[in-house]
């Protein structure tokens, strides 16, 4: 491909459908078809899909086998029949609507549309606007308001459907620990996964740093688990450990698992991040996809809450892709945290963790 195209995935759907049943502030209500419709509005209102090297694209249409690569039948058709039945509550962080099905299968084939764009060269780099999210859901359990894993569901997807041999890297940014993915990809030693996420170190939970992996996979599982209040410069400072592993690992496609509930407005992150932040990760991440992997990297929407902020973050992104200048709201230009920054603390984790890396890393 000589000219540069980002793909983005979208469909109406995601903005109408899967309705939460309860309304604010219970948790769930967070995950709405508004945040969809206020991320495409924003992108509309400043004419990004004006831009002739963005490319809207419709997620690949997917029968239940595909799903059967990463999902339990079990499970599918019990979401399945719950859609049927008018929806309900699985546990009291995912809820099924009777669409949910529908959408939740929508959103993994627009996961695999991106993914699948970027190795065949339809664009160069891709961003899946779906819903729901799925790095919390597990093959036998929907999870964290996640119904099907997306990212998983779209790597087996290349590895069974496509013999996509390759290595890929994921990068997790959500606020939360991606348990899903993890559980998933825990022995392959040909999928690296990094998840950056809050942690409440005054009590025992899954997503700490001693979790690197197991037999072949040891050392590509890496996670770093981070304090409530991170600010930009601590999230950049945390992502740099990241680097010389991916110019390690070399692999042939970065999988981004795009959260962006660190935002300092959202309702269920307790972080300090402004939209600049996702526009600097994108921007690094992508000049390193161009380095290691000829620019193939992948954006798919997981959390993301605020709706004020979220559309921001979603543009600071694309124009990173796109090479061009981001502008901050004017909101965000008065605030500053750096007086709130975590370093002393992240010193103290980054150095652990990465004595716990070196025996898996040379460049380390």
Known sequence: ???????????????????????????????????????????ERNKIFKDNRVVKVKPKEIDETILELAHSKYHIETIKKISLIGGGLLDEEVFVTDDTFDLAKKAVGGAIEAIEGVVKNHYTQSFALIRPPGHHAYREKSSGLCIFNNIANSILYLRK?????????????????????????????????????????????????????????????????????????????????????????QPALIIVATGFDMYYTDPIGNCSLTSIAYNQFADKFLKIAERVCEGRISFILEGGYDIIGLPYCVEAIIKALLKEKYEPPDYEKNISFVDDSKREELDKIKTFLKNLLKPYWDQL
């Open 1 to 43: 491909m000589s000219e540069k195209k980002v793909g983005i995935i979208l469909d109406d759907d995601f903005g109408s459908k899967h309705l939460p049943p309860y309304p604010k502030p219970s948790f769930i209500s967070f995950e709405h078809p508004i945040r969809i419709n206020a991320i495409l509005n924003h992108l």
């Open 161 to 249: 459907k496509l013999s996509y041999t390759e290595k890929i890297a994921i990068i997790d940014i959500d606020d939360h620990f991606g348990d899903g993915i993890a559980q998933y990809f825990y022995h392959d030693p040909s999928v690296l996964y990094f998840s950056l996420h809050e942690f409440d170190f005054t009590q025992g939970d899954i997503g700490m740093f001693d979790e690197l992996g197991q037999d072949e996979g040891i050392g590509k599982n890496i996670n770093f688990p981070v304090p409530e209040g991170i600010t930009n410069e601590d999230f950049y400072y945390c992502l740099d450990l990241l680097e010389p592993i991916l110019n390690e690992f």
